[in-house]
Nanobody
Framework: QVRLVESGGGLVQPGGSLRLSCAAS????????MGWYRQPPGKQRELVAT???????NYHDSVKGRFTISRDNAKNVVYLQMNNLKPEDTAVYYC???????WGQGTQVTVSS
């Protein structure tokens, strides 16, 4: 079993920044690649960014150049730095251990003036 706890969400104005954190505990030896997903209001959940244990990354086209995913393997934490936020980034953000059913509980990000 792996437990994931997200934090760092909140309300921010357009153009602002937030950093999300996802702390993992439990059977963390099984964790390889991690991902951040988001679910905008009334829409399906979508993959935002992924990172392997070796820190190879991939991003959804809509966040390239604005979001950065990173990880600290010593602390078992994955981050999502979000800059130049736009109203369309408003969503509940979830972290996930890829290729498993381990999800965090989600953290709300609202971008609004």
């Amino acid at each position: 079993q792996v437990r994931l706890v997200e934090s760092g969400g909140g309300l921010v104005q357009p153009g602002g920044s937030l950093r999300l954190s996802c702390a993992a505990s439990g059977s963390i030896f099984s964790i390889n690649a991690m991902g951040w997903y988001r679910q905008p209001p009334g829409k399906q959940r979508e993959l935002v960014a992924t990172i392997t244990r070796d820190s190879n990354t991939n991003y959804h086209d809509s966040v390239k150049g604005r979001f950065t995913i990173s990880r600290d393997n010593a602390k078992n934490v994955v981050y999502l730095q979000m800059n130049n936020l736009k109203p369309e980034d408003t969503a509940v953000y979830y972290c996930k251990v890829l290729w498993t059913d381990y999800w965090g509980q989600g953290t709300q990000v609202t971008v609004s003036s």
